[in-house]
């Protein structure tokens, strides 16, 4: 069995590689909801949503979020009665969010409705939100603290980060089947996501750092960072904001307690020494998911940089 952490868009994309090479029944994601929050009354789970819509083959590929040929209209007539529209939600997206949102209060956990939503989709992996708890990733800024969609979507990530904070994180615990996934996986893939508000969130849950740490199969990290910047995304001010170096060595720190291998691309291949010297070997391969092929080969060498043979 396959353990992936995952964000939202580097995640997913990195999945669609794994599944060509994996059968889907031997993958677990393990995936952020620190970005979760309520708009209208409805519970989003953003990196969830991308992980089931890309896998099946229904995200709108150019945003790497959303549903493809999606619809506005129910957000024009929210937006007359005077809501905010900043976080686009397309009327398909939104029967997601109202499934969930049902669900949610007849009782059902986080992890129930994830469960539900992966069957109806017609996907065999198993996708666990990293806590059924919830979580709240939050930027601090000069214009005060800001829920970090609003920071990345209605602020453009235009704010100086001062700091991360994981709102509920210390209180919460892993979800079901998290910790068990983690110890008897075969190999931990961490995605190329972006190591503080998608990775980070993740291990913030307490008792999944320690899991790693002590987990018997190896772990194995994709850096997002190429060339020393993120291929898309705020990972360079996050990072920077952290007062942590953006590049693949910056990324390698926020890994190196329990990682045993780091995946690093073609473009940063003179920065092998430094990461080895940090006590963490390194592969060097082009990570630059530019299609089908290249996500499974990307998939592939992270596997066998695991030990396993496939
Ligand atoms: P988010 O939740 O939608 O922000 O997505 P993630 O956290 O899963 O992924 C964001 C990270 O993916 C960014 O830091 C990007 O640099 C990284 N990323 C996206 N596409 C690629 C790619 O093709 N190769 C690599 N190495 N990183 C990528
Ligand atoms: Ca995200």
Redesign the pocket.
């Known amino acids: 069995m396959i353990v992936v952490l ?9 999945l669609q590689g794994v599944v060509q090479v994996v059968p889907q029944q031997q993958i677990t994601v393990i995936s ?1 909801t620190g ?1 979760d929050r309520e708009f209208y009354g409805l519970h989003v789970s ?2 969830v949503d ?1 992980v089931l819509y890309s896998l099946a083959g229904i995200v709108d590929a150019a945003n ?2 959303g549903i493809r040929d999606d619809t506005y209209n129910t957000m024009q007539q929210l937006t007359r009665y005077g809501n905010e529209d900043w976080f686009l939600l397309g009327d398909r997206d939104l029967a997601t969010h109202i499934h969930r949102t049902n669900l949610l209060r007849q009782g059902k956990t986080l992890s129930e409705v994830t469960d539900n939503l992966r069957i109806q989709l017609g996907l065999d992996l198993r996708v666990l939100p990293m806590s059924d708890q919830p979580i709240a990733t939050h930027i601090q800024t000069p214009a005060g603290l800001l829920h970090f969609e609003e920071y ?1 979507v209605k602020h453009r990530s235009a704010d100086d980060v001062q700091d991360v904070v994981f709102v509920g994180a210390s209180k919460a615990k892993p979800a079901p089947g998290v910790l068990d996934a983690i110890k008897q996986a075969d190999a931990i893939l961490i ?5 503080i ?3 980070g969130t993740i291990l913030a849950v307490p008792g999944i750092h320690d899991a790693l740490h002590e987990a018997s199969g190896m772990v194995i990290a ?5 060339g020393g ?5 705020p ?1 360079d001010k996050i990072m920077r904001g952290l007062g942590l170096e953006v590049s693949a060595i910056g990324v390698t720190r926020c890994y190196r307690d329990f990682l045993d291998v780091m995946i690093i ?1 073609e473009q940063d291949a003179h920065l092998t020494r430094e990461i080895e010297d940090l006590g963490i070997p390194v592969v060097v391969t082009d ?4 299609d089908d092929e ?1 996500k499974a080969a ?1 998939a592939r060498t992270a596997l066998q940089a695991a030990g396993l043979t496939i």
């Open positions: 995952s964000g939202g868009v580097g995640g997913a994309r990195f952020n970005d953003p990196d991308i790497g979020w990345l995605a190329p996501s972006n190591p508000v998608s990775v994709i850096s997002p960072i190429v910047a993120p291929i898309k995304g990972a691309d990570t630059i998911m530019r290249t990307l």
